[in-house]
């Protein structure tokens, strides 16, 4: 049975975030069992926590402010472009870190980006000022995503749970099927509809998009040469796959159904599976209470609710062990398939 915490203000978001980065920044420079740190906060902590300590955070009253999110958000998003550069400079780079350290802070960085660079800009992109949004755009494009910022806003929540979204998963459908269809048919979809925007327009954010990618990999070939780009590139698959995985599980089977005049339904809180584990959630900027926030995208992360059992589908398990067993479809589709039957509806 799990019991209720209060709602977690701005700092837990900040400390639980926050806090592999230096332990993964003192692995880069000290190695040793340093470069573990990092890696096994984000693995085995997370996972011990989310068990041992079995709370749900309560829901931020209705209208609740939170000023210090967006700060919280640019100070992810900026250390996230330091970050990377720095990485992969001394990853790949001729420094005296054995091949075991450099394989650990490279998944250890990896998952970090994954879960709360990729949140973070995730809140960046659905905010209005343009400061903002930029800043997340940057983050989506240093990782060789830049399109997300195209295809989620103008795709994925308009067409979720239905087969014009490439990034709702479809029953029985295996993730690595799933993520090279999600993938390019989001770059094509949204590109699609950023021309839409700009008709005759030659330029567009897909502009920015690609020469931003080909731009950072420039930097990591002056950081490191072919390795830096290598390992650069590298980072940033495990990044997107990260992405790929939250997209997957998130919206795993479930479709809207059309109306008598042929529209889609409303997007609704079934529409999105839900976790309840507080640490995790607080990792990912409460990325696992995802009904709340296709219902309310521009909500700030601390105010998303969590849906009632009966309103919305829910996890058994927090949302990176989720994506974890999703790396095994079998194991996935089993144990998946009978929680799914209770919402399933036929587009």
């Not at 240093?142 to 709702?168: K, Y």
């Amino acid at each position: 049975m799990r019991r209720t915490l209060p709602p977690l203000p701005v700092a837990a978001f900040a400390v639980v975030a926050l806090a592999p980065l230096p332990l993964l920044v003192a692995g880069l420079v000290q190695g040793g069992w340093l470069a573990l740190a990092g890696l096994g906060y984000m693995t085995v902590l997370v996972m011990l926590i989310d068990q041992v300590i079995p709370l749900v955070a309560a829901d931020a009253p209705e209208g609740a402010e939170f000023p210090a999110g967006d700060a919280l958000l640019v100070l992810l998003g900026g250390l996230h472009l330091a970050a990377l550069p720095l990485a992969v400079w001394l990853i790949a780079g001729p420094g005296g870190l054995a091949l075991w350290e450099r394989l650990a802070l490279f998944l250890g960085f990896g998952l970090w980006f994954g879960q709360v660079s990729v949140p973070a800009a995730h809140e960046l992109i659905h905010r209005r000022a343009r400061g903002l949004f930029g800043l997340g755009v940057a983050v989506y494009v240093s990782l060789l995503f830049g399109h997300h910022a195209s295809a989620h806003r103008l795709v994925h929540h308009r067409h979720v749970g239905s087969a014009a979204d490439p990034n709702t998963a479809r029953a029985g459908e295996g993730f690595y099927r799933f993520a090279l269809r999600a993938w390019s048919g989001s770059f094509r979809a949204g590109w699609l509809a950023e021309r839409a925007l700009r008709p005759g327009q030659r330029i567009t954010p897909y502009t920015v998009y690609v020469l931003g990618a080909a731009g950072v990999l420039g930097l990591a070939f002056v950081l490191a040469g072919w390795v830096g780009v290598a390992v650069w590139a590298g980072l940033a698959v495990h990044a997107q796959l990260q992405l790929l995985l939250s997209d997957y599980v998130q919206h795993y089977g479930l479709s809207r159904a059309r109306r008598t005049d042929g529209r889609l339904e409303p997007v609704g809180p079934r529409h999105s599976w839900n976790a309840r584990a507080w640490f995790s959630s607080a990792l990912m900027l409460n990325a696992p209470r995802h009904s709340d926030h296709h219902a309310h995208p521009a909500r700030p992360y601390p105010a998303l609710r969590l849906p009632a059992p009966e309103e919305a589908p829910m996890l058994p398990w927090p949302l990176p062990v989720a994506c974890s067993i999703a790396l095994v479809p079998p194991l996935w589709k089993s144990l998946v398939r009978p929680r799914l039957a209770a919402w399933r509806t036929e587009a």
